[in-house]
């Protein structure tokens, strides 16, 4: 059975940074792809950024493109999503997922593609 329990979320102003969490245990992570998603109130969950096993692909949805960035250190079985510059939309709770299938070279934006899933921090923007 594999965990992940994200931390990091909290009250921020618009235009300050946090940076997430994630740490896994049950499997092998540094073989699969890692992603976080968002949803905030009365909105589907979205997207947000996703990593190779290997870290050397990354992908991100328009909004966040620049502002975040995710990474992994797969020594410590832990993926990081560090956000800058955040604005009141980014207002959520943020879902660490590991992706299902080991080894690949790109990852999406699909969520059936991720096979666990987190508790979810709370991040809160005010403007």
């Not at 879902?95 to 999406?108: D, E, M, N, S, W």
């Amino acid at each position: 059975q594999v965990q992940l329990v994200e931390s990091g979320g909290g009250l921020v102003q618009a235009g300050g940074s946090l940076r997430l969490s994630c740490a896994a245990s049950g499997r092998t992570f540094s073989n699969y792809g890692m992603g976080w998603f968002r949803q905030a109130p009365g909105k589907e969950r979205e997207f947000v950024a996703a990593i190779t096993w290997s870290g050397g692909y990354t992908y991100y949805r328009d909004s966040v493109k620049g502002r975040f960035t995710i990474s992994r250190d797969n020594v410590k079985n832990m993926v990081y999503l560090q956000m800058n510059s955040l604005k009141p939309e980014d207002t959520a709770v943020y879902f660490c997922a590991a992706h299902r299938i080991a080894l690949r070279t790109i990852v999406t934006g699909l969520s059936n593609e991720y096979a666990y899933w987190g508790q979810g921090t709370q991040v809160t923007v005010s403007s």
